[in-house]
């Protein structure tokens, strides 16, 4: 009877663990092949390349690597004396060519008070057409003044939104070209968390789902929501040959390997102290609406 209870006893207890080891096997299977999470995720945020408006020397660097700065704040000038003479240049020109129209607005006036027996209509003519290009060159010189004022007041190169400096080793002295990227500036209100999940795991991911986010090296944890989910993304295996064929590229592959699609994901709050630096590791799960208590493995 004792041999029996013994042989009962260990085949109980090797079922139970047989039944835990199964259950456990079963719940890693479906957590880390079905459940939405990914180690795959990163930090972004929109980078604007500041460039200058007009070409010149840099004569002030008024800002430094990685400083904070805001919509408006100055980053730069740029030599201003020659953009101060052309527009007093341009001044010069306004001021003549108003005299020149005022001296043709009384031609014209004049004309008009007089009878065809004192002038002929040719001559009328004649002083209409002389003001009116009197009317086109001062419109132009204005023009040209405007132009010379934007010229001067794009010398000063201004932040287009609030952010932080980034990669800047700009020195005074440098000819910056018109056009030509000088300055690197994170936009940090656009800051967010794109996780580049599977394609298999797509399907319980949905717009509005609380997010967790673990940033590497960090025992912060972050939250955010699922904004959307990308459109599309690149086909590797198909390109387009000479005659404009689809030329796919074949494959022999046994095991096919899942697709990353991005998930753009808005966060609840920015931390303080610039830890949350755009191009970071970051772990995102996708958490239920209803519990958010899900437990993660780590």
Known sequence: ????????HRFAVTALAVVAALAVGHYLWAYYMDAPWTRDGRVRADVVTVAPDVSGFATEI???????????DVLMRID????????????????????????????????NDLTTAAVSQQKKEQVVA????????YDQALADRGLAQLNLDRSEIRAPVSGRISNMDLRPGTYVTAGKGVVALVDTSSLRVDGYFEETK???IHPGDPVRIHLMGDSEELTGRVE???AGIEDRD??????????????????????????????DAIPDGGTLVAGR??????????DTTVAKAK
Request: hydrophobic residues 50%; glycine residues 2%.
């Open 62 to 72: 008024l800002v430094k690597d990685n400083q904070v700065v805001h919509r408006g």
């Open 228 to 230: 959307s989910i990308a």
């Open 281 to 290: 590791t970051a772990t995102v799960e996708i958490l239920p609406r209803k």
């Open 80 to 111: 201003r004396a020659r953009f101060a003479l052309a527009l007093q240049q341009a001044d010069a020109v306004v001021a003549g060519r108003k005299a020149t129209l005022e001296q043709a607005d009384l031609d014209l006036k004049r004309y």
């Open 238 to 267: 198909r390109a387009q040959g000479s005659n404009l064929l689809a030329n796919v590229t074949p494959t022999f592959s046994w095991v096919r390997l899942a697709q990353r699609v991005p998930v753009r994901i808005t966060l």
């Open 202 to 204: 797509l399907a319980r």
């Open 130 to 137: 002389t003001q009116q290009l009197a009317q086109a060159s």
């Open 1 to 8: 009877m004792k041999t029996i209870a013994s042989l009962i």
